[in-house]
């Protein structure tokens, strides 16, 4: 007899894409971080640069692929790939080209838990009762407000807001969307560090990352969080009311 469309994928096919991320994820701790790292583009920036000024398509279509691939299999090195972005094709492209980059490696990643354990798990979410219910309900209802939410938290690690959503059966599309809107501010801060490394390597020093946490920074991004959570919080206070 032929198979049929039905039968069940073979455990090992349907997690081979996620055990192949997080196999180059843990080999790429220990291997490439050394290389992904500011003094690497401390070291290399005029050649970028002089490579820039020649073939800006074919640098930024390289430097898309390389984010692409850092996200996408969890290396190290995302905070430095966004800040050469600003570094290398300043605030406007260079937003636009880290946010691409980021949204499309989060959904590959997502897409690889969720064709694996992501199946699983929202399937039996889908036929769970009591409490499992409740968190599957309340998870439907508040789907959009808790992705941007954990998008513009800093203290969400990346991988873990591109893994989590796939396991719980959140719509790929409704995460898509989300993740590209949601990384904005973040990504525009990174970026605009970027911008201003040429005169900080000129200084011989490094990049202050913690301009993250100034307040005039991160007073925004947690008031966008705020904005993120209150359709949560209204949902939970009228589900009580209703009980």
């Known amino acids: 007899m032929t198979q049929t469309p039905d039968t069940p994928k073979h455990p090992i096919i349907r997690h081979l894409p996620l055990l192949v991320v997080l196999s180059v994820a843990v080999i790429g701790a220990f291997t490439l971080r050394d290389y992904l790292s500011f003094d690497t583009l401390r070291d290399n920036r005029e050649s970028l640069l002089a490579y820039r000024d020649q073939n800006f398509l074919g640098l930024a279509v390289m430097f898309i692929a390389i984010y692409i691939a850092i996200v996408a299999f969890s290396l190290p090195g995302a905070a430095v790939a966004s800040v050469t972005g600003g570094f290398l094709f300043g605030l406007v492209a260079g937003t636009v080209f880290n946010i691409t980059a980021a949204t499309i490696g989060a959904a590959a990643i997502f897409l690889a838990a969720r064709w694996g354990l992501g199946e699983m798990l929202t399937a039996k979410l889908e036929a769970s009762e009591g409490r499992l ?19 513009l938290v800093p203290a969400v690690p990346f991988f873990v807001a591109n893994l989590l959503p796939a396991l719980v059966g959140v719509r790929f599309r409704t995460f898509l969307w989300t993740t590209a809107v949601g990384i904005i501010p973040g990504g525009i801060v990174f970026t605009w560090i970027g911008v201003g490394l040429g005169e900080v390597f000129d ?39 209703e009980i």
């Open 133 to 151: 219910k409740a968190f599957k309900t309340g998870l439907r209802d508040n789907e959009i407000p808790m992705l941007l939410l954990i998008r």
């Open 203 to 241: 200084r011989g020093g490094d990049p202050d990352l913690s301009l993250l946490w100034e307040p005039h920074i991160i007073g925004p991004i947690l008031g966008l969080c705020v904005l993120a959570a209150l359709p949560i919080l209204i949902n939970t206070l009228r589900g009580k009311k």
